[in-house]
């Protein structure tokens, strides 16, 4: 098994930026696992987490972890799919505490798409740290996989050349 990989929150103070090459291609990603500390309610063990992510205009969200409160886990199933046609984008992840009304947010990271495009042989995992008001809110467990291909007209996909992150 290969032990994941720790990343700060892009755009903190210290942070290596990632690889500025330029690639187009398909990106899939889904959340396994977080570890979160904050709780306006102190109610961590009672927490329904929820995943958001959304880059451009595309929102993503996965079903609640139902409570699983601070160590929530989702299944493999509940994948994101991205067409990347810019890498230079930026991907926002949301987590937040999904209850009958809403939720309220549990923590958030901003991160470069490219960030998820680094073109590694076999898996790899990224933990993200999670940030609320400035403040360590967590850390959410990432999987990505990226195919990277030619893009046709209109951003549609062309030749494949294929890059596994998982």
Do not use: C
């Not at 929150?9 to 291609?25: D, T």
């Not at 360590?136 to 990277?148: N, P, Q």
């Amino acid at each position: 098994m290969v032990q994941p990989q720790m990343y700060p929150n892009v755009g903190q103070p210290g942070m290596a930026q990632p690889g500025m090459g330029v690639k187009q291609g398909i990106l899939k990603m889904h959340a396994v696992t977080a570890t979160l500390f904050w709780s306006d309610v102190g109610m961590l063990q009672r927490m329904s987490p929820q995943v958001i992510i959304r880059i451009n205009e595309q929102e993503w969200r996965n079903e609640p972890a139902f409570n699983q409160g601070e160590r929530p886990m989702w299944g493999e199933m509940m994948r994101m799919e991205h067409i990347v046609a810019d890498p230079m984008r930026e991907v926002h992840i949301v987590v937040r505490d999904k209850d009958m009304m809403g939720g309220e947010i549990i923590g958030e990271s901003r991160l470069p798409l490219n960030f998820f495009l680094k073109p590694m042989m076999g898996p790899l995992n990224e933990w993200i740290e999670l940030k609320r008001f400035g403040m360590d809110a967590g850390r959410i467990h990432m999987r990505s996989d990226f195919k990277e291909q030619m893009m046709g007209a209109a951003g549609m996909p062309g030749t494949t050349t294929t890059v596994t992150i998982i």
